[in-house]
DNA sequence: GTGAATGCAAAAACTTTGCATACGC
DNA sequence: GCGTATGCAAAGTTTTTGCATTCAC
């Protein structure tokens, strides 16, 4: 993590109205490292080697959710998993059903089927999206 | 339930190598007459006016969901839940993000972007994908 | 200095496991 | 009758809550 990321946390967390303390920094680094969204457990077992308790893992999740900082996404048979929000690059995932590797893939144009659900439902309105493929991965495929 | 649709649960258990015991044709039955799919929570609930044990309950929706006859559903913030597979009436779920009510909808053309994402992604085959959509109902866009 | 955020302890909620009994076949 | 499936008890996980202390501002 350079200088600069850190400092983008910290604008990050303050702009959002947090103080810019060590655990956070800590999940934030975290999290942009990571290439995949991750559990609490992984999160949790990776912090606690900086001395951040568990809870403080739960508490800092569901307030960077609340602020928008950060979007839950299932998988089957998984437990949450958390990432950072990127508006600029949106994107989907697609998990491997033997080995749980994940990756991503963008140009999910879910507009139109925004639309078609509308028709169909009682809904007034779409605010948002979930999109995931389940497959096999080169090394699990042979 | 009527009783052919009582036959026909019977008829599905055996023919998946289960005991037609009766709480699994209480399962059945409760998830037959379901709109939505329905958390453990919930099952557990409604079984237990039945004498069925909430135990037994997480072990009848395991032993389903191997034996492929129900499905497991993710929702933002929410635990899972389930509802039986019908291969006929495919469908995906749009979800209120108020009240969070759920309503089905059909026609989700995802053959396209599963091409896509395998072009972009180390990938060698898509074997399922989930598709929600979140947004308001009738009753809380007002 | 002040109040938001954290750590620790404990409780609550959820899920799994073990085993004796019941019941479908 | 045989053996799967169940209920009950208990253990194991995961998540939430309470409160005194710490630390960012």
Do not use: W
Not at 57 to 82: H, S
Not at 105 to 130: M, N, P, W, Y
């Amino acid at each position: 993590m350079t200088k600069h990321d850190k400092r983008d946390a910290r604008e990050t967390l303050r702009g959002a109205g947090f103080r810019a303390t060590k655990p956070r920094l800590l999940l934030f680094s975290l999290l942009e490292k990571s290439r995949a969204p991750l559990p609490i457990h992984d999160i949790a077992a990776r912090l606690q080697r900086h001395s951040v308790d568990q809870v403080t893992v739960y508490r800092m999740i569901d307030a960077f959710m609340r602020a928008g900082l950060v979007r839950e996404v299932n998988f089957q048979g998984q437990r949450p998993r958390y990432e950072l929000v990127d508006i600029e690059h949106d994107h989907h995932h697609i998990v491997c059903t033997k080995c749980h590797k994940i990756e991503d893939f963008v140009g999910c144009d879910s507009e139109r089927l925004e639309e078609k659900a509308l028709e169909q439902s009682h809904f007034q309105k779409i605010t948002g999206h979930s999109f995931d493929l389940y497959g096999l991965c080169d090394t699990c495929a042979k």
